[in-house]
T-cell receptor, first 110, second 111 residues
């Protein structure tokens, strides 16, 4: 079945760039998503990329998609303490369900 | 602003109780989903629904049931709560082929 994998933790210094990586297995995925979860809250959609795109930029966020390697990354420029959260990668399967990774906990230190 | 509302943020129930978790969305979305979130396990799909009165089992439906009598409301039912159902429960909705909008979550503790 489909699977989405992420590393569990990432720690960066404030002002640096953060890169969160994700690999997925379903080559038929139409959209790939990044969600952010702050402590005690639900998930908030950050950005998404259509599978025929290589890159999408949205202010401080850059999403890169390598479809050949089934690798997705989220780069956060000028990382701030408010970016500390859990980040989930998700792919759509051939239905309307999303398959989520286990999440990467980003910790930003001063 | 579009919303998915879960009726309780925190809930404490006793073992064996029947528990109802309510979720309401105001976006006229066809699809609704219930997940549970546990440390180290990510989000696991319990049940989902693509239409009124329609329901499908997700990956971990045992011990749960759902009800969707109206398009905007999707209820998760724990028939007889057990301590291993202590978790964060997340409801989400979506239109077809689009990403989800999540509620704020309900942290359920079964004692």
């Amino acid at each position: 079945g489909e699977d989405v994998e992420q590393s569990l933790f990432l720690s960066v210094r404030e002002g640096d760039s953060s890169v969160i990586n994700c690999t997925y297995t379903d080559s038929s995925s139409t959209y790939l998503y990044w969600y952010k979860q702050e402590p005690g809250a639900g998930l908030q959609l950050l950005t998404y990329i259509f599978s025929n795109m290589d890159m999408k930029q949205d202010q401080r966020l850059t999403v890169l998609l390598n479809k050949k390697d089934k690798h997705l990354s989220l780069r956060i420029a000028d990382t701030q303490t408010g970016d500390s959260a859990i980040y989930f990668c998700a792919e759509s399967d051939n239905t309307d369900k999303l398959i989520f990774g286990t999440g990467t906990r980003l910790q930003v230190f001063p | 602003d579009v919303k998915v509302t879960q009726s309780s943020r925190y809930l404490v129930k006793r073992t064996g109780e029947k528990v109802f978790l309510e979720c309401v969305q105001d976006m006229d979305h066809e699809n609704m989903f219930w997940y549970r979130q546990d440390p180290g396990l990510g989000l696991r799909l319990i049940y989902f629904s693509y239409d009124v009165k329609m329901k499908e089992k997700g990956d971990i439906p045992e011990g749960y049931s759902v009800s969707r009598e109206k398009k905007e409301r999707f209820s998760l039912i724990l028939e007889s709560a057990s301590t291993n159902q202590t978790s964060m429960y997340l409801c989400a909705s979506s239109p077809p082929k689009k990403g989800y909008t999540f509620g704020s979550g309900t942290r359920l503790t079964v004692v």
